[in-house]
């Protein structure tokens, strides 16, 4: 069990998804049940690695490894090699965890091709649980490539009036991310063939000759990787498909996609830009760019969400808004940073999911996300108002509340490394609240204006039973956030520390004669098997 | 060895002209060859570790050509099984159907296996008229006619142009033997004027055959005018062999001229994924959208040959390259007749089936063979974990390895644009409703086919050290990996 948990986890979904294909289309109740059985299955069992985690989250490296780094494809040196940091285990539980929540809330949402609907969400699932896992760039990228089917099928066939061209939208510009990281892919692997004449994809194994690349190719790989995960954030100039596929995803289809897939990119750049390219993200240069542009998304993604009249629309903006936070504090490269980032990309899996759902919920009922048709909710849902009360308290960063926590740490970081991105950033959660209380009043507050909403019913057990485990969350990680740390502490301080091993700011030209002479000591994780 | 593949052939032939009252026997007799053929060929493969050389030095079956002639069979076998249902519908069934078909893998057989320019030529010439016929073979459709007869004049005119190209080679040389080509060729300086033009003009023969931009305006119409079976197969099994025969020549031959073919190949990759890509956005009749597809396939692994033009023999760039041209025919034969095979099936009582309107609701009609094509589609977008991709990774690693990050960087955005145009038959066959509600009756016959193109797409993409393996084994590639320490490269 300990060896292969983490194979369990990842394809119990995909099993659910075969499983399904053998329920007859017409009984849409049974492909139901079946569905959410899986998917709270998949959850359960992701539940025992807790536990197993915690007992070693100070030891260095990947833990619960499996596979070897060419037991795949010998011929060119992959392997299915699995094994997770306290990093990837936190977004591992928030997929299990919003992927069972999502396929629940689907229950009434999704009335026709009932049976594919949930055939590719599981598969979906398993896509994005093998990009958290995988240890082998080639692996990684099957999983990261395979995973954008489903999506695109999600928002093309269950989405909105404008639906075509939001799942092409959503596709193009994700695949172009890709290729180009592909590109880099390929350097790299190659590149550690010159250097070892080994070929390997082998993620541990690049870590070692990765910081190697002088810093005239290097910074040209940093820019491939970095368009690849900046589109899937998105950060600022690359997030126009987000709206477009937001609006026109099926409610669980936004809550996966702003839950799970954006983490994606900001994953990408802990994992890979990172420590694979320290001696160019600690670059002046290429540091304040990337902080000008999450900076910018910050401020504009509230600025944007402040102006909507779709709610929906408003939620997707308010992501490229937080999500600027969390590139912030990744490129504040200093621990509080990195660690108030991963911690606000949990966060936000959290509370946006919520948001989504709540959204949903309404639209279900009304078949509308416009705000001016709504007004007076609270006198006619009140559970539904009070939950949405603490979900938005909780996106604006309320102290008590998870949001707080993630925002003040990265803050923090971002001050400790320049106090003027600090004082750029805070205007952001200012923001946060006037976006989300102006809708809040426009929604809930006032009497009944519409006719049409005054027969409204409010949650019922299964719409609570969904946003259960959010508010428990949201209220640990805002209460007692301490666990959380101790678990990304071993693997934030690991790539802090190569970057200050193989960063050299103050003279950028001599960066080709580096001054690490012995390779083998100084870089990243030991963690190969 | 040779004689017998050839020989069974032509005996199963000459049987296959004489019954016509059981017209469903000729393909079952027809299938029985291939069979016969393929086990005849894997007799050779234990014989022979090194390859033979026969009919006075003129065919030389090494691994290589094996390799092809698998490919040659497979996608033979496939075609007969996708054709049977689809000639009955269009009335035209007769056995010298399957005997052109078998002819012309003859000839394709041939060409991948010739080290003789006069004999690769016979090949091709004999392959190329079958296949004249066939894209003709719809009689009574005026489509089918004219694409017949573009086919043949342009076919004709490029055969010419590169019989005279060989003709100068056999001036300079004064054999007609690849070897002593060159040899000689080897001893010339390689921009000497004569070398150059009888360059030119093999080459012109051979990008013509494998359809390359600006020599790819036969393709689109005879790809929607032929009967969609024998697009499949001209798709793929053509290509394959035209592939092969320019490997031969331009690599096994004349190699020496390297440096001046390269940078023709460069303009060309570039041009026809710029023409094809940009054609196939505005296409609305499938079988053209994937006859420019498939011209658009021909750039990409125009890539991988010109990373191998670049490098020395030896290098990771060079075996990459090779490699990546063999897995992509590998995989694009499957994928490509699984596509066909699925549009074939469209062809119905009084529908034609290759507009993509007719692809409308797919879905609803037959899901399986919709899930199936769009299987097809991801691997010919190169969307992991379809076999596809497997084929971009060779050339795009064969690229990178070579130092030609542009090229590389117009391989991602070209294949952007391809991604749009699968997408778009994507769209039609699983989001749209469709026109009719009847569902689709698809013959035992055809989903064998599907089914067997579908699970090596499949297979080969989810666990391609197989299919890598025979590519290293048809091209002699011996892995060897032995670790050094880390040593920092200072530039």
């Known amino acids: 069990m300990q060896n292969h948990i983490l194979s369990i986890i990842l394809f119990a979904p995909l099993f659910g998804a075969i499983f399904l294909l053998f329920v007859p289309k017409e009984n849409k109740n049974a492909i139901r049940w079946v569905a959410n059985i899986f998917a709270l299955g998949g959850f359960l069992i992701s539940i025992p690695l807790v536990p197993m985690f915690w007992a070693q989250r100070y030891e260095p490296g990947f833990k619960f490894l499996e596979g070897t780094s060419n037991n795949w494809i010998p011929s060119i040196g992959a392997g299915y ?15 299990t965890l919003l992927g069972w929540i999502s396929i629940l809330s689907s229950w009434t949402a999704i009335e026709n091709r009932v049976k594919e609907y949930y055939v590719w969400f599981l598969v979906l699932q398993t896509g994005m649980l093998g990009v958290f896992m995988a240890l082998d760039f080639f692996l990684f990228f099957v999983f990261w490539e395979a995973m954008l089917v489903p999506m695109y099928l999600l928002i093309g066939i269950w989405g909105g009036p404008r639906k075509l061209y939001a799942a092409i939208k959503f596709f193009l510009y994700t695949l172009l991310g890709s290729i180009l990281m592909l590109l880099g892919i390929l350097f790299l692997y190659f590149h550690h063939h010159t250097l070892t004449n080994v070929f ?10 990765a910081p190697l690349i002088p810093f005239n190719i290097a910074i040209w790989l940093f820019v491939a990787f970095f368009i690849g995960f900046a589109i899937k954030v998105p950060m600022f100039p690359f997030h126009t498909w987000l709206p477009d596929a937001h609006v026109e995803a099926p409610t669980a289809g936004s809550v996966i996609l702003a839950g799970v897939l954006l983490k994606m990119g900001t994953y990408g750049f802990v994992r890979f830009s990172l420590p694979f390219f320290p001696g160019v993200v600690s670059h002046p240069k290429v540091q304040s760019w990337v902080i000008a542009l999450s900076l910018i998304g910050i401020i504009y993604g509230a600025l944007v969400s402040l102006m909507q009249k779709d709610m929906k629309k408003l939620v997707a903006y308010s992501s490229v808004s937080h999500l600027g936070f969390c590139t912030l504090g990744i490129f504040a490269l200093n621990s509080a940073g990195l660690t108030g980032s991963v911690l606000q990309q949990v966060n936000h899996g959290i509370s946006t999911g919520a948001l989504f759902l709540i959204v949903g919920i309404l639209y279900e009922r009304r078949h509308t996300r416009d705000i001016a048709e709504y007004g007076g909710i609270s006198t006619v849902m009140p559970l539904y108002a009070t939950i949405t009360m603490i979900m938005f308290l909780s996106s604006m960063g309320l102290p008590l509340l998870n949001g707080f926590v993630g925002e003040f740490t990265i803050l923090q970081g971002a001050f400790t490394a320049n106090w003027k991105w600090a004082a750029w950033a805070a205007p952001g959660v200012v923001l946060a609240a006037a976006y989300l209380l102006w809708l809040y009043q426009r929604v809930f507050f ?4 519409n006719p049409k909403n005054e027969k409204l019913h409010d949650l019922t057990p299964r719409e609570i039973l969904t946003f259960v485990p959010l508010i428990i969350m949201a209220l640990w990680i805002g209460l007692y956030p301490k666990p959380f740390f101790q678990i990304l502490e071993q693997p934030v301080n690991q790539i802090v520390q190569t970057i200050h ?8 030209a001599n960066a080709n004669v580096r001054p690490t002479a012995d390779p083998h000591k100084s870089i990243v994780a030991k963690a190969s098997n | 060895m040779v004689e017998l593949t050839i020989f069974a052939l032509g005996i199963l032939l000459i049987d296959l002209m004489v019954p016509r009252d059981w017209k469903w026997i000729n393909g079952v007799g027809a299938f029985i060859g291939v069979a016969f053929a393929a086990l005849c060929v894997w007799e050779i493969q234990s014989m022979s570790p090194g390859g033979a050389v026969g009919f006075y030095n003129s065919l030389q079956v090494d691994r290589f050509a094996i390799f092809f002639w698998y490919l040659f069979l497979a996608a033979a076998a496939i075609a007969i099984l996708m054709s049977a249902r689809y000639l009955d519908i269009e009335e035209e069934h007769h056995g010298e159907y399957y005997a052109l078909l078998l002819l012309s893998v003859v000839g394709m057989m041939c060409m991948a296996a010739g080290i003789d320019v006069v004999l690769i030529f016979i090949g091709l010439e004999l392959m190329a008229i079958s296949t004249y016929v066939l894209v003709g073979f719809l009689r009574r459709d005026r489509r089918s006619n004219e694409a017949a007869l573009k086919y043949l004049l342009l076919g004709a005119f490029s055969s010419g142009v590169f019989a005279y190209g060989l003709s100068l080679f056999y001036g300079i040389a004064g054999s007609t033997n690849l070897r002593d080509i060159q040899r000689a060729v080897s001893a010339q300086n390689p921009h000497n004027p004569v070398l150059v033009i009888a360059l030119l003009t093999t080459m012109t023969g051979l990008l013509f055959k494998i359809a390359a931009v600006p020599f790819h305006q036969w393709a689109p119409d005879a790809y929607e005018g032929a009967p969609t079976s024998i697009t499949g197969f001209m798709s793929v099994a053509v290509k394959a062999a035209a592939w092969a025969m320019l490997l031969r020549i331009l690599v096994f031959g004349l190699f020496p001229l390297r440096s001046v073919y390269t940078p023709v190949i460069v303009i060309v990759a570039i041009a026809t994924m710029t023409g094809a890509n940009f054609a196939a956005l505005t296409q ?33 760039a060079f075996a990459d390259g090779f490699k990546g041209i063999l897995i992509y025919l590998l995989v694009y034969t499957f994928m490509n007749l699984g596509a066909f095979a699925v549009i074939t099936s469209l062809r119905q009582g009084n529908v034609i089936g290759d507009e993509l309107d007719d692809m409308a609701g797919l879905y609803q009609r037959a899901p399986v063979e919709a899930a199936l094509m769009l299987l097809f589609l991801l691997s010919l977008a190169g969307i992991p974990p379809a076999a596809g991709f497997l084929g971009k990774y060779y050339i795009f690693l064969s690229l990178i390895e070579s130092g030609h990050y542009g090229l590389a960087s ?15 038959i994507a769209n039609a066959m699983l989001i749209r409703a469709p026109m009719e509600t009847e569902r689709l009756s698809v013959s035992l016959g055809m989903r064998c086919a599907v089914g067997v ?13 197989p299919a890598i393996q025979s590519v290293n084994w048809s091209l002699g590639i011996v892995k060897s990996q032995t670790a050094r320490p880390i040593r920092p490269i200072r530039r």
């Open chain 1, 200 to 209: 390997t994809f082998s993620i541990p194994e690049l870590y070692k000759t």
């Open chain 2, 453 to 465: 193109t579908a699970l090596a797409t499949l297979v080969i993409g989810i666990y391609p050290e």
């Open chain 2, 410 to 424: 117009l391989g991602v955005i070209y294949s952007l644009l391809g991604l749009y145009y699968y997408l778009k």
């Open chain 1, 81 to 95: 090699n699995l094994g997770i940091d306290g990093i990837s285990f936190l977004l591992i539980m928030l997929t």
């Open chain 1, 446 to 449: 006032g009497t009944v204006t």
């Open chain 1, 501 to 508: 091993d193989n960063s050299n700011p103050n003279s950028p």
């Open chain 2, 284 to 316: 609305s009749n499938t079988k053209r959208l994937l006859a420019y597809s498939s011209i658009a396939h021909v750039g990409y692994m125009l890539l991988a040959f010109v990373a191998m033009g670049t490098s020395q023999p030896g290098t990771p």
